[in-house]
């Protein structure tokens, strides 16, 4: 039963990071750096959103899967799976709301609570235990083997899937939210898991 919850827990915190980047992506000033790639990638490849992040997940879940498979399980899945989907469909719902006319102050507004959003859902779903998404397990990994910094690697993590969105797309899904989600996210996760509750980790291969 317990573990049914913290399914459900991390399904909530899913379900909350696609409002949040859908609110970033209707108010028109930018999404989170990984979303902007994806979103850039599918108006390039003519694919849809979800198709093309659950392409690039598997990419990086590659990648993560032979580097530190510790860091996969259910939760992993449910991200790589999900995400995309809801903000794909999160998203075309807001359209007809026809929020990206509304103003740079409310923009701004939508910016806020876009960005509350994104980070208390991420919050929740990194607290529930199961497993890190691909994106969130490269820094880690490099910091490892780079001997380096983890928050100087996350940050050129960043910046390079920022640089990367714009090449593919202008700066038609990169803005002011992409910088915020960028540098200040990790800030406000960090006050979010501290108030919310924690679970025992759990990943389909154990540290050796």
């Known amino acids: 039963m317990k573990k049914v919850f913290q399914f459900g827990y991390i399904l909530m915190g899913l379900l909350i990071i696609g409002v949040g980047a859908s609110l970033l992506s209707v108010g028109g000033l930018g999404v989170d750096p990984f979303t902007a790639f994806n979103m850039s990638l599918a108006d390039r490849l003519h694919l849809t959103l979800g198709v093309t992040?659950?392409?690039?997940?598997?990419?990086?879940?590659?990648?993560?899967?032979?580097?530190d498979k510790t860091s996969i399980g259910w939760g992993t899945i449910m991200n790589m799976t999900l995400v995309g989907v809801f903000i794909?469909?999160?998203s075309d719902f807001?359209?007809?709301?026809?929020?990206?006319s509304v103003g740079f102050w409310g923009k701004l507004l939508i910016l806020v609570i876009g960005i509350v959003f994104f980070t208390l859902?991420?919050?929740?779903?990194?607290?529930?235990?199961?497993?890190?998404?691909?994106?969130?397990s490269?820094?880690?990994?490099?910091?490892?083997?780079l001997h380096g910094e983890y928050n100087i690697i996350r940050s050129w993590q960043d910046i390079t899937f920022?640089?990367?969105?714009?090449?593919l797309a202008g700066m038609h899904h990169v803005g002011?939210?992409?910088?915020?989600a960028a540098f200040g996210s990790g800030s406000l996760i960090a006050v979010w898991t501290k108030l919310l509750p924690k679970f025992p980790a759990q990943s389909f291969f154990k540290n050796k």
């Open 53 to 67: 992040q659950l392409c690039m997940n598997l990419v990086l879940f590659v990648y993560v899967f032979l580097n």
């Open 88 to 90: 794909q469909y999160i």
């Open 176 to 180: 002011l939210g992409t910088i915020v």
């Open 138 to 145: 490269i820094a880690p990994i490099l910091t490892k083997q």
């Open 121 to 136: 859902g991420a919050a929740i779903y990194m607290s529930g235990d199961m497993g890190a998404a691909p994106y969130d």
């Open 94 to 100: 807001l359209q007809q709301y026809n929020l990206g």
């Open 162 to 167: 920022v640089v990367l969105a714009f090449v």
